[in-house]
């Protein structure tokens, strides 16, 4: 019997990030949301268009194939719309040893209401769920979130360790200059690259 293919539809992909959770992490930016927050951190990933369409199986070769990193995060636009297919990547992947982290705007209670067999799974396989929407009004400089209303779930005792670093104040905000251009990751604000624009013009 031939077996289904899954599909994910991916807003970007950077191989190699420190600013997106705990160590050297490959990061899928999944494409589309529904939530529509207002200064929302990354409005190129709401928009429910088809951007770049690859398998579970094509993901899982692409993420394999770097050398070194810690884990995988994925972040958006919303994770939990492609739920089936981060479920059945995120099963591949922690076989590999791999550590999985994952965004989402909703709240963990908000997601298990939904009552879906699939975003159960994929929760069963995270280290580290963000959850909660971006409010704008608690705009804050915290470890891997952009307001105060993100909580960070350690799903397993992996990182747990970092219980403490998670409620420091602190932003990282990562720079990647290459031959394709120039990319900031991590959770920065439209002002601050608004700046960096006009300071890099000059
Ligand atoms: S949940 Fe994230 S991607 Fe979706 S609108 Fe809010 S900030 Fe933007």
């Not at 970007?12 to 600013?19: G, K, N, P, V």
């Not at 429910?48 to 070769?61: A, D, G, H």
């Not at 909580?151 to 420091?168: A, D, G, M, N, W």
Request: glycine share 8%; net charge neutral.
């Amino acid at each position: 019997m031939l077996e289904e293919r899954v599909y994910l539809n991916i807003g970007a992909i950077q191989e190699r990030s420190i600013a997106n959770g705990p160590g050297e992490r490959f990061v899928l930016w999944l494409q589309g949301c529904l939530l529509n927050c207002p200064g929302c951190i990354n409005p190129e990933f709401q928009p429910l268009v088809k951007r770049v369409i690859l398998s579970v199986e094509e993901v899982f070769e692409r993420i394999t194939k770097v050398k070194g990193i810690e884990g995988v995060t994925f972040t958006g636009g919303e994770p939990m719309l492609q739920a089936k297919a981060l479920a059945l990547l995120s099963e591949k992947l922690k076989k590999t040893g791999l550590t999985l982290m994952c965004y989402t705007g909703y709240t963990l209670e908000e997601l298990k209401t939904f009552n879906n067999y699939w975003i159960e799974k994929l929760l069963s396989n995270l280290d580290i769920l963000i959850d909660g929407p971006f409010i704008l009004e608690k705009k804050a400089s915290l470890p891997w979130r952009g307001s105060s209303n993100q909580r960070v779930y350690f799903l397993t005792p992996t990182y747990q360790h970092l219980q403490k670093f998670v409620e420091s104040p602190l932003r990282e905000i990562e720079f990647i200059v290459d031959s394709k251009g120039f990319l900031v990751t991590g959770v920065s604000f439209e002002e601050l690259l608004l700046k960096l624009r006009e300071t890099l013009k000059r």
